[in-house]
């Protein structure tokens, strides 16, 4: 059986361990050669039935320490990996499951939710969510995740106050159930635009979202965007803010092609951090246009602030709660980009505009990571192929 050669400029400090087991180089015996390396996921021998995920000797077009071609690796096409993976793992019958670890959805978005666990290579959890005839929510966990890595996938739309409440509940159920952690990734984070007193009496909504949630018995949050990066202080438990950045820019590279000459615009002041960092990002220029509102989500007066003469003006906000479906099909947008934080399937058959940037591999990759206790710093600049 030939291994692929150890990697001579790896660091010696820098031990590679199983994604799905402890082992290491150093641990029960196993080599440093009986490692496997697929896009920065190492498996050992065991894990993947002795049987290495290339059976040729390393050539030198190859990269040391893996299976991807180094031309792959430095390829554009991504889809073409993907495609070369799936190939070699097909033959070993498919990923190797990861081990103490369950998925489950909530029900304001079961599509991104299964898009997440086809990715990690795991089932949905089994659960139940009802209502009884005075519209109390019932939730019934229907296996046992008792010493098991819970993650509950639950985003704040639709009926947000009973999908909250749901999400509240499921934590509850795990964590009785004596469930090792519990982990609410929440995609889109509900009042999150309610997170600091900007008048008198009134309510700071996030600051109570994230109480409810530690009281409930979360062990740590994983969210997106965060509409107020000053949320995360709200908890006194971990919590993982990942970027949608990444594949928006991935997205403007791919379909636009005179990129190289937008202007990156911030509908408000609030957003020029944002901008900034794509505008950067892009190398390319930046402007924003400064509101005057009268009162919540009225406008009385716009002035735009820089130059967007004869080039291509890309506008980036965190949400979009106002543009209804006839407002956008009669605006001047040539089209309208949005996550699957929320579900846009429906939204999608009636405009031809709206188009959808899948972040489901970002989310399943901290997950991932979370659970074997790797950094998701990655995550902040990279989308994982």
């Not at 893996?66 to 990996?81: A, D, H």
């Not at 009042?191 to 309510?203: E, G, L």
């Amino acid at each position: 059986m030939d291994f692929p050669p150890r990697n001579p400029n790896a660091s010696q400090t820098e031990i590679p361990r199983c994604v799905n087991c402890p082992r290491t180089e150093q641990c029960n015996g196993i080599a440093a050669e009986t490692l496997y390396e697929v896009v920065s996921r190492h498996y050992c021998n065991r894990c993947t039935g002795g049987k290495p995920y290339r059976k040729q000797p390393a050539r030198e077009t190859e990269v040391a320490t893996g299976t991807i071609p180094e031309r792959m690796r430095k390829s554009l096409c991504k889809q073409k990996v993907r495609e070369f993976l799936s190939r070699k793992f097909a033959k070993d019958g498919g990923l190797p499951k990861m081990p103490n670890i369950k998925i489950f959805s909530g029900s304001s978005h079961r599509d991104l939710s299964q898009k997440i666990a086809d990715r990690l290579g795991l089932e949905l959890g089994k659960v139940v969510t009802k209502k009884f005839s005075n519209q109390e929510t019932c939730v019934e966990i229907g296996e046992s995740v008792r010493g098991e890595d819970v993650y509950i996938v639950q985003s704040g739309c639709g009926e947000i106050n009973d999908n909250l409440m749901e999400l509240l509940i499921m934590i509850n159920a795990c964590k009785i159930a004596s469930a090792s952690r519990v982990t609410a990734v929440m995609p889109c984070f509900p009042y999150a635009r309610q997170d600091k007193k900007d008048k008198s009496r009134a309510p700071i909504s996030a600051k109570l979202v994230a109480n409810m949630l530690s009281v409930a018995g979360a062990d740590h949050i994983i969210t997106m965007d965060l509409h107020a990066s000053q949320i995360q202080g709200f908890f006194d438990i971990p919590v993982d803010n990942l970027y949608a950045e990444p594949a928006v820019l991935e997205w403007i590279r791919e379909n636009i092609s005179e990129w190289r000459n937008c202007t990156i615009v911030s509908p408000d002041a609030g957003g020029a951090k944002r901008v900034t960092s794509i505008a950067d990002r892009l190398n390319v220029d930046f402007a924003l246009i400064h509101k005057e509102r009268k009162k919540a989500n009225e406008v009385d007066r716009m002035v735009l602030v820089g130059d967007v003469k004869d080039r291509v003006a890309i506008l980036v906000d965190d949400m979009a709660d106002t543009c209804a479906i006839s407002r956008i099909n009669n605006a001047c947008f040539e089209a309208v980009v949005v996550t699957n934080t929320i579900p846009q399937e429906d939204k999608m058959k009636h405009c031809a505009k709206i188009q959808v940037v899948d972040i489901s591999m970002i989310l399943a990759e901290a997950i991932r990571r979370t659970h074997n206790g790797e950094s998701v710093s990655y995550l902040f600049s990279h989308v994982p192929l």
